[in-house]
């Protein structure tokens, strides 16, 4: 046999498979972008700006992850999404306006404001959004308005949290957002768990004790004056956020909050007041 004549056989159809493998390596990306550009038009429409055109890519200065960047001159603002194509932050490219004179809101009109960003908040999370949106917190100062909103499916947060600031007029000046991974959409379209709830909260308590132990100054120990526990979850993170206060006789108190994992009891983080 003329193994030459053999190889000069094989190579040529060695060499059509590999244009078929690249052409499908190469050519599949295109379709995925074509997705993205999909999930991205669609969100854009939710927020009510599909006049936002794309802008290239950023990254951010926090994390160093990488961003598509999408501009809306109509609107006056920038939009970051994943490269699933996913929100993940809105800023404002307007000049920032100066403190407002303008009287405080009352409670009425505080409440409108409420609703507002809260709808906002759904729609920064449509493209995911499996449960309903909660606010977490609010703060305001000088017409500048701070708010936090997490999601939450079947009594359990999903991860998935909004921050917001705005003017009281409802100008955004931006808002950032965490896509949830505590839970899973199958191909059957059917949510289930992904993180497991494996310390009950009495034993969270207890870690959360032993974790601040260390931490406390000679005299001052653990009260039960704030004492208490409730499941939170950014991200994939699944935890309880245990409150706890101590204090030395007579002294004003220091409270503790750890954040202790629900799958292994893990302490996450531990903030305290100063």
């Not at 999909?38 to 950023?58: F, H, W």
């Not at 808002?175 to 059917?190: L, Q, S």
Request: hydrophobic fraction near 40%.
């Amino acid at each position: 046999m003329n193994i030459r004549k053999g190889i000069r056989v094989v190579l040529p159809v060695f060499a059509a498979l590999s244009l078929i493998v690249l052409g499908l390596v190469f050519f599949r990306p295109a379709a995925d972008a074509a997705d993205v550009e999909e999930a991205i038009r669609a969100q854009l429409l939710e927020l009510g700006d599909p006049s936002a055109v794309s802008a290239g890519g950023t990254q951010s200065e926090a994390n160093g992850a990488e961003y598509l960047l999408y501009h809306s001159e109509e609107r006056r603002r920038d939009y970051r999404f994943d490269a699933s194509g996913n929100l993940a932050a809105v800023f404002s490219t307007a000049e920032e306006a100066v403190s407002s004179d303008a009287p405080e809101l009352n409670a009425q009109e505080e409440e409108a404001l409420n609703r507002t960003m809260a709808e906002f908040a759904e729609r920064c999370i449509s493209a995911f959004r499996i449960g309903t949106v909660e606010q977490v917190s609010s703060s305001h100062f000088s017409g500048d308005y701070v708010y936090e909103f997490r999601e939450v499916y079947q009594g359990i947060p999903t991860g998935s949290r909004v921050a917001v600031e705005c003017r009281q007029d409802g100008t955004i000046y931006y808002a950032i957002v965490t896509k949830g991974a505590v839970f899973e959409t199958t191909r059957k379209k059917t949510v289930k768990p992904r993180v497991e709830i494996a310390i009950s909260e009495e034993r969270a308590i207890g870690l959360a004790e032993r974790a601040i132990r260390d931490r406390l100054a000679d005299g001052e120990t653990i009260t039960d004056d704030a004492r208490a526990c409730n499941l939170d979850a950014t991200g994939e993170q699944l935890y309880y956020t245990v409150e706890l206060s101590a204090a030395k006789p007579g002294t004003d108190p220091t409270i503790y909050w750890v954040k202790v994992s629900t799958a292994d009891g893990s302490i996450l983080d531990v903030t305290a007041t100063q």
